[in-house]
């Protein structure tokens, strides 16, 4: 069965000590892992895609990055702007045109 | 008006109310979707729209009723909804559907938070 896992569930920063959350996933055949990021009472904001292992995207302070089991997102130096939930969703080859498979997201708090 | 709009943002209906909830977008996309999020849980797929058309529906109660007059306008029309039912509704839209190797990203509205009461 198609499945994302991400961790931590959620993870507090002091402002510029870089971290990376991790999505793992389970999928047979996968057509592209996507990252969001969600703030509170708002719609998930498009960040990155990714096709394939060893991919990499770099956007300001955010690297994601992928292998065949997981992705990563590195933020360098974080700032309080930061602070959201990243959620990470893949789409299998298999699946329905456009079912994306989301985690459940890592809350991140960037502490000033 | 950019990207997706959704209105309202937020509403109160009791159990045997009938409301609709309305989705924009601003992006020339022919693909349109509807997401439930709860509390802890992964985002839930409800339909799929491609060029006006009806492609997926996730098992989805028949209480919420989708609608979609052309490839910009996306409703969902609710009827005698449970408690459990209350959640933030997302609509989403995408260029295309993926097809073969080729995957769309979905941008998303700001939702609209729907308490059943």
């Known amino acids: 069965e198609d499945q994302v896992t991400q961790s931590p569930e959620a993870l507090r920063l002091q402002e510029g000590e870089s971290s990376s959350l991790n999505c793992s996933y389970t999928?047979?055949?996968?057509?592209?892992l996507f990252w969001y990021r969600q703030d509170p009472g708002k719609g998930p904001e498009f960040l990155f895609t990714?096709?394939?292992a060893g991919e990499e995207k770099e956007k300001e302070r955010l690297k994601a990055t992928l292998t065949k089991k997981e992705s990563f997102l590195h933020i360098t130096a974080p700032k309080p702007e930061d602070s959201a939930t990243y959620l990470c969703?893949?789409?299998?080859?298999?699946?329905?045109?456009?079912?994306?498979?989301f985690g459940t997201g890592t809350r991140l708090t960037v502490i000033p | 008006e950019t990207g997706v709009t959704q209105t309202p943002r937020h509403l109160v209906m009791g159990m045997t109310n009938k409301k609709s909830l309305k989705c924009e977008q601003h992006?020339?996309?022919?693909?349109m979707y509807w997401y439930k999020q709860s509390a802890k849980k992964p985002l839930e797929l409800m339909f799929v729209?491609?060029?006006?058309?009806?492609?997926e529906n996730n098992s989805v109660p028949s209480r919420f009723s989708p609608e979609c007059p052309n490839s910009s306008h996306l409703f969902l029309h609710l009827h005698t909804l449970q408690p459990e039912d209350s959640a933030l509704y997302l609509c989403?839209?995408?260029?295309?559907?993926?097809?073969?190797?080729?995957?769309?990203?979905?941008?998303f509205g700001p939702g609209t938070r729907l308490t059943v009461t």
């Open positions: 989403a839209s995408s260029q295309s559907l993926a097809g073969g190797t080729r995957s769309y990203e979905q941008y």
């Open positions: 999928v047979s055949g996968l057509r592209g």
């Open positions: 990714l096709y394939s």
């Open positions: 969703a893949v789409q299998a080859e298999q699946t329905g045109a456009n079912n994306l498979f």
């Open positions: 992006l020339g996309h022919n693909a």
């Open positions: 729209y491609n060029f006006k058309e009806q492609t």
